[in-house]
């Protein structure tokens, strides 16, 4: 098995989602999640966009796409 890439940061983000595992629980709504995401990575000092427009459409809607932290795209869907 190959290394993974960005590693340190990897497990960092794990601990994140496992924290607000710990502390939300299950059947919260995704959007719960990605709010308690964005507080956790500003606790974290983790530079990251929220949802940034990409040009995806449905139905002639633009698709939001997940939390992105600096090098790692991170899609909160179950």
Same mark, same amino acid.
């Given at each position: 098995?190959?290394?993974? !890439?960005?590693?340190?940061?990897?497990?960092?983000?794990?601990? !994140?989602?496992?924290?607000?595992?710990?502390?939300?629980?299950?059947?919260?709504?995704?959007?719960?999640?990605?709010?308690?995401?964005?507080?956790?990575?500003?606790?974290?000092?983790?530079?990251?966009?929220?949802?940034?427009?990409?040009?995806?459409?449905?139905?002639?809607?633009? !698709?939001?796409?997940?939390?992105?932290?600096?090098?790692?795209?991170?899609?909160?869907?179950?």
């Amino acid at each position: 098995m190959s290394e993974l !890439l960005y590693k340190e940061e990897i497990f960092q983000l794990v601990g !994140l989602w496992m924290e607000i595992h710990r502390e939300l629980g299950k059947g919260h709504d995704e959007v719960i999640h990605k709010d308690a995401l964005v507080v956790e990575l500003n606790r974290a000092g983790i530079p990251f966009s929220r949802e940034k427009n990409y040009e995806i459409t449905y139905k002639g809607v633009i !698709l939001p796409h997940g939390v992105t932290q600096a090098k790692i795209s991170i899609s909160t869907y179950r």
